[in-house]
């Protein structure tokens, strides 16, 4: 079939094909280059129209060629039936070659210099149906952005064929090509046929853009009732209903969204939201430095306060009032080394918008590295409310919101702590670094009470259940994970994320949790009433890393190598009956730690038996009375290597017994025979070495 290469007069990108779709019809499809943001349109002929396209490009091909050689003074050969003519590859788009054979236009012209590289490298013969026969260029999609993916929708007009693009936005646009007739009022022969010149054209029907964030999400914030989710990236700010999940309001967080025509339209980006209350506006801060407060039901900037901080401002938080202080207070940390706090108060008739809230810089609190990271306690009374402030030399900062004196200074962390919170009653303090790990603090003296890993890439969100201490974190590992902050048990891991997780957001009831990442998801995890087992969450998540593992080397898995195995034993033993082993094969947590215990054990035993036999060659040479005596190794708590095997053997669990076998290598396997014919020689333990010795026999016979 040879090559499709569009017309010479449409610019095509030269990037690899992404991706071919048919229509539903079977007589269109679309071709997409990747990173392009245009679709080629291409025309299925049928048998019939594709043989008479060929007829027709031959012809067209032979009166080339002739007058080709009649213009450089040769003779002209009408030859109509010969077909061994120069091999060539494709020509020209059909309705090219049929407009200029039925104009009778001047062909005269010499080919182009990409028509004649074509001719030459050409390996199919000019007989044969080529792509170009068979496939007619109709027209070209172009997008706005590059394109992820498209496909071709339902049509309820006739002749018109429509194409929905996946926009790398995140947005969805509907094009259309449809075919236009235009006469040509100058050619009086072609108003006597009544012919008409077909062309197409593509056209732009809508746009669905107000699902979803064209970047990754940065920050989400929950309204007080947890009706209410605000979500903000790159330019973007959504606003989404929490209970059917449709967005309510997307907003452009541009300067132009105030009102202001002089100005030019400044874009913000947003890296930290939370709702006011009454929850009827939201506070944003930008990596610009700014403080932006947006109108829910407006969707304007009704006040932005230029130029808090003269660096990103990285993390926000606010104070709620309560009995003792009615006022509301609004703390920020920045890239600038500062922490400001903030009153927040109703613009006056002289501002822009007058009864909607304003901030008002009230306090500074300096700080030697960048803050990363600020959060209010729990606490309801003003003397005992702390600020916790981690900034980028690695630790965390412990202040008092009333005075900003200094209390304490937690520090452990490897890297900067990128999130912190407390839990309800200020007795706990919870941080996670961009070293990996989670550190659980004590807010008595600052000692640290657990240091927690699991997760494989920087910690970026940590947010506790209300009333216990039980928190959600959040990584760039693309993970979710659910710990117990009591017992420093990990209790749920949530898989579902493509990238890396950025924010978290909990309701205040603890019935659902929010996640937002840089794969621009928005996922809602729900409380069940379903019994959560911690061992076989950690068995199943020790699974899920083995058989990744296996996965990982190009192979299958244990159990489906097993399971294979099985279905195929049948046949491959052509009735023959061989022994083989009925072991589990699953790895657990318990089997591991065993079979780790055993090979410890084989190999403190080795070494015994070799300081014996040096200790005893020291003392050859020596009279008896020199001689000194050794003392034992005291980890075999008082027994002989094979005794000390025996006894180790006995602590394993029978059901765990042949799982922790499986995980000894071939080496340590050898010497643990060896001790299991000096136990059986001397009578000891017989029941379970024998028991041993026949399961390792029946596993290793093909080694």
């Known amino acids: 079939m040879g090559s499709l290469i569009p017309p010479p007069n449409v610019s095509t990108s030269n990037d690899k094909v992404g991706s071919v779709h048919f229509h539903p019809n079977g007589r269109h499809v679309g071709v997409c280059r990747v990173n392009s943001k245009a679709i080629d349109l291409y025309y299925v002929r049928s048998t019939a129209e594709s043989f008479k396209k060929r007829q027709r490009r031959l012809r067209r091909r032979r009166e080339k060629e002739g007058k080709a050689a009649a213009a450089a003074g ?208 939201f506070i944003v801060g930008t990596r610009e430095g700014h403080i932006l407060i947006i109108d829910i039901a407006s969707g304007d900037i009704i006040y932005t306060e230029k130029d808090a901080h003269d660096g990103a401002v990285w993390a926000l938080d606010l104070r709620r009032p309560t009995a003792e202080q009615e006022t509301m207070s609004l703390v920020t940390g920045s890239a600038d080394k500062s922490v400001k706090f903030w009153d927040i108060e109703r613009q006056d008739e002289d501002e822009g918008h007058p009864g909607h809230p304003m901030v008002v810089h009230a306090r500074t609190l300096q700080m030697t590295d960048d803050v990363v990271a600020v959060r209010y306690s729990n606490a309801s009374d003003p003397t005992k409310r702390l600020v916790f402030v981690s900034t980028l030399d690695s630790t965390v900062k412990v202040f008092f919101d009333d005075t900003l004196r200094f209390f304490l200074s937690l520090y452990g962390h490897k890297l900067p702590a990128l999130a912190v919170d407390a839990s309800d009653d200020d007795t706990i303090l919870a941080s996670g670094g961009a070293d990996k790990t989670i550190k659980i603090w004590g807010l008595d003296f600052g000692d640290t009470h657990r240091t927690l890993h699991g997760h494989s890439d920087s910690i970026t969100d940590i947010r506790f259940v209300r009333r216990t201490h039980n928190f959600f974190s959040s990584s760039k590992d693309g993970t979710v994970r659910y710990w117990d902050g009591d017992r420093f048990d990990q209790i749920l891991l949530l898989n579902g994320h493509t990238a890396e997780v950025n924010c978290l957001g909990m309701s205040h009831t603890g019935g659902f949790v929010l996640s937002g990442g840089m794969d621009r998801q928005i996922r ?180």
């Open 74 to 281: 040769g003779k002209v050969v009408e030859d109509t039936t010969s077909k061994k003519s120069k091999k060539r590859g494709i020509l020209d788009d059909a309705s090219s070659d049929e407009d200029e054979n039925e104009k009778g236009g001047d062909t005269t012209t010499p080919l182009d210099a990409v028509e004649k590289s074509i001719l030459e490298n050409a390996s199919l013969s000019p007989d044969t149906i080529k792509a170009g026969d068979e496939f007619e260029y109709r027209g070209t999609i172009r997008a706005t952005h590059k394109i992820r993916g498209f496909a071709f929708a339902p049509s309820t007009h006739k002749g018109v064929i429509q194409v929905v693009c996946a926009l790398a936005t995140n947005a969805l646009e509907v094009h259309s090509l449809s075919k236009s007739k235009t006469d040509d009022d100058d050619d009086e022969d072609k108003k006597k046929n009544k012919e008409a010149i077909v062309s197409f054209q593509t056209e732009k029907q809508s746009t669905l853009d107000m699902y979803g964030h064209p970047t990754g999400i940065r920050s989400i914030a929950l309204s007080s009732d947890d009706a209410l989710a605000c979500t903000v990236s790159k330019n973007m700010a959504k606003v989404w209903n929490v209970v059917n999940r449709s967005c309510i309001r997307s907003l452009t967080l541009t300067s132009s969204s105030s009102g202001s025509k002089k100005s030019a339209a400044v874009s913000y980006y947003g890296l930290c939201a939370a709702f006011l209350p009454g929850n009827t506006h």
């Open 524 to 703: 809602v995890w729900e409380r069940t009433k379903d019994i959560v087992f911690l061992q076989e969450e950690r068995e199943r998540e020790l699974e899920q890393i083995f058989d990744k593992v296996d996965g990982g080397k190009g192979g299958e898995s244990t159990s489906a190598l097993l399971r294979r195995r099985d279905d195929d034993g049948e046949e491959d033993n052509d009735g023959e009956e061989q022994p083989h082993s009925e072991a589990a094969v699953k790895r657990s947590l318990l089997s591991v730690s065993s079979g780790d215990r055993i090979m410890e054990a084989i190999e403190t035993a080795d070494q015994e038996i070799k300081d014996i036999a040096t200790f005893n060659r020291s003392q050859e040479d020596k009279l008896e009375k020199d001689r000194k005596q050794r003392m034992p190794n005291p980890l075999l708590l008082g027994f002989e290597p094979p005794q000390y095997i025996l006894w180790i053997l006995r602590s394993v669990k029978s059901a765990e017994l042949e799982q922790s076998l499986m995980v000894l290598p071939f080496g340590h396997m050898e010497r643990l025979i060896h001790y299991l014919i000096i136990l059986l020689r001397s009578g000891r333990g017989v029941e379970i070495c024998s028991k041993v010795a026949v399961f390792l026999i029946k596993t290793h016979q093909s080694q």
